[in-house]
């Protein structure tokens, strides 16, 4: 089984070296970075299984760095911080962040969650449906490359909103619960609430919209949740 590898970005040093110590005896191979702009540029290099991320840091708070990490990579985050307001929570889940560990920590909690992260990364890749081309009414849906078109014009999805996309699109006329969502894209445990579904799906509308899509197909189920559905479609 190849080594899980684990990227701790946090300012202080003795931090990273406790991190570092307790990973590598649980089997991680582990890198380090001290401030948000060095880790996006190992992440640039270098791809990892999970990412420890403080959130004040002093040149870009792990707020910033996660939503740059969530442009162009689904590499599951867990953030640290000493911070344990709810809104600080939501803030971080609303932007990407998959999980949020308050400071000070059991170090034994720290890794079950990073292992359940991972596992759960896995499981969502497999929830998104794997035919070759989903073709609809000017939207083209490519799970595999995870492309989104919009009359042959790319939709800039971040790794999340395209898993959602890609699995509403793949059940077509299928209703949704919030609970559910979070359940195949989030995990079971997700400690989190189900509203970060809302606002990904806010941002997977305004986005087709912008794109030139000229009709909504992540239809709201009240009561219930959200489905996909196309003009031609509709009951």
Same mark, same amino acid.
């Given at each position: 089984m ?8 946090d ?12 990973l590598?005896?649980?089997g ?5 970075a001290?401030?948000g ?34 442009e ?11 911070r344990?307001e709810?809104?600080? $929570?939501?803030?971080? &889940? ?6 949020? /560990?308050?400071?000070p +920590?059991?170090?034994? =909690? @720290? !890794?079950?969650?990073?292992h359940?992260?991972i ?40 790794? $999340?909103?395209?898993? &959602?996309?890609?699995v509403?699109?793949g059940? /077509?006329?299928?209703? +949704?619960?919030?609970? =559910? @969502? !979070? ?12 509203r970060?579904v ?38």
């Amino acid at each position: 089984m190849a080594q899980l590898r684990a990227l701790v970005v946090d300012d202080e040093w003795n931090m990273r070296n406790l991190l570092r110590i307790y990973l590598a005896k649980e089997g991680f191979r582990v890198s380090e970075a001290s401030t948000g702009r060095e880790a996006l540029s190992i992440m640039d290099k270098e791809p990892f299984d999970i990412v420890l991320l403080d959130v004040m840091m002093p040149d870009m708070d792990g707020w910033q760095v996660c939503q740059a990490v969530r442009e162009k990579n689904s590499v599951p985050i867990l953030m640290l911080t000493a911070r344990s307001e709810t809104k600080d $929570k939501i803030r971080g &889940l609303e932007i990407g962040a998959d999980d949020y /560990l308050t400071k000070p +920590f059991e170090p034994e =909690e @720290l !890794v079950a969650r990073m292992h359940s992260l991972i596992r759960r990364a896995s499981l969502a890749q497999s929830a998104v449906p794997r035919e070759h081309v989903l073709r609809f009414q000017g939207l083209v849906i490519r799970p595999d490359a995870r492309e989104v078109s919009v009359m042959d014009n790319g939709v800039d999805l971040t790794p $999340k909103e395209f898993d &959602l996309l890609a699995v509403l699109s793949g059940n /077509l006329q299928r209703a +949704f619960s919030r609970d =559910e @969502l !979070v359940e195949r894209l989030w995990g079971m445990d997700f400690e989190g609430e189900s509203r970060v579904v809302d606002t990904h799906i806010k941002n997977i509308r305004e986005k087709l919209q912008k794109a030139g899509l000229g009709y909504n197909p992540v239809q709201t189920v009240w009561g219930v949740g959200y489905k996909f559905q196309v003009p031609g479609e509709i009951q």
